[in-house]
């Protein structure tokens, strides 16, 4: 089956959020939506994921995922603000566990953070399957960008999370705790495995040199051709190569210490204090 794909665009964290529909139905699921978040204020707002109720709603869909390729570091999941406007089950990949124990030492977060995955409704494991009213969902877990990184292969269309770029923008840094380039090597062969004609939706764009226009739809073939990470047969060994070599120049990403604090509750902020106040934390020189 072909599904329906609405993409919607957040320029400010260059990340692609999806609404995946049923063709024969109303059912959907929304991928990797996002919460807008200004750092210098401290100050949320809901417009990105705003569109996508407005969408749903004028379309009558029936919400019934709201699922995350991993835990972003770049923005912040508007999963808890959609449930309650739009229901949905929150999914991820059960590797979370993972992640949350890594990052809840780094934000000595104490013995009050589960670090069960319990914040989300559905863990998937490699192999599970879902269903999008008659539209079947199944699961790849693609680690190396992070350790919980999952492709949901949903009809003939595969969503990849950081996994894969565009094929002339490459492939996912691997230098946050518990990547690793040797591992993404492995996970994208598993997604170049699929048929050839397979849409692959990636979750950002950033406008590869020499490309006028945001882009984030292409297919298991034009990555195999033209990836420049990874395409027309590159190995292994040279793969990590390069890729150690470029993610020791990357910057952080901006919002990397509110997204990993919010995204590893299942876009839930912490707790508030006894005033009902709430607080990130910056760990100093932890990252």
């Known amino acids: 089956m072909k599904p329906d794909v609405k993409a919607f ?13 049923d063709p024969q139905g109303s059912a959907c699921a929304i991928i990797d939506s996002v919460l807008d978040f ?24 029936d919400v019934q995922w709201l699922l995350e390729t991993h835990v972003h570091a770049d923005h912040l999941s508007a999963a808890p603000y959609l449930q309650q406007a739009v229901g949905g089950k929150i999914g991820i990949g059960d590797r979370i566990k993972v992640v949350q124990d890594t990052f809840g030492k780094v934000f000595n977060e104490g013995t009050e953070f589960q670090r069960d995955g319990s914040q989300f409704d559905r863990l998937f494991e ?22 919980a990184c999952l492709t949901y292969v ?18 996912a840094r691997c230098d946050f705790p518990g990547g690793s380039s040797e591992v993404l090597f492995n996970s994208i062969q598993k997604i170049l495995a699929l048929p050839d ?8 764009d950033y406008k590869a040199p020499g490309r006028d226009d945001y882009a984030w739809e292409t297919t298991v073939a034009a990555q195999k051709t ?36 919010v995204n590893m509750r299942a876009g839930q902020m912490p707790p508030a204090d006894e005033k009902g106040d709430v607080f990130l ?3 100093v020189n932890k990252l």
């Not at 269309?157 to 002339?168: E, I, K, N, R, S």
């Not at 470029?246 to 990993?260: E, G, V």
């Open 9 to 21: 665009f957040d320029e400010a964290t260059n990340t692609v959020s999806y609404v995946v529909k």
């Open 38 to 61: 200004d750092y210098a204020s401290g100050r949320t707002d809901t417009r990105s994921a705003d569109a996508i109720i407005a969408h749903v709603r004028a379309e009558g869909l």
């Open 126 to 147: 490699e192999g599970d399957s879902f269903m999008i009213g008659q539209l079947r969902g199944d699961v790849l877990h693609t680690p190396g960008h992070t350790p």
């Open 154 to 171: 949903i009809g003939d269309a595969a969503f990849v999370g950081d996994t894969l770029f565009m094929p002339d923008f490459g492939t």
């Open 197 to 204: 004609a397979t849409r692959i939706f990636v979750c950002h």
């Open 226 to 261: 033209g990836n420049i990470h990874v395409g027309a047969g590159k190995n292994r060994e040279d793969f990590v190569k390069m890729r150690d070599a470029r993610d020791a120049q990357l910057a952080m990403p901006k919002l990397i210490i509110p997204s990993l604090q």
């Open 281 to 283: 934390k910056v760990p």
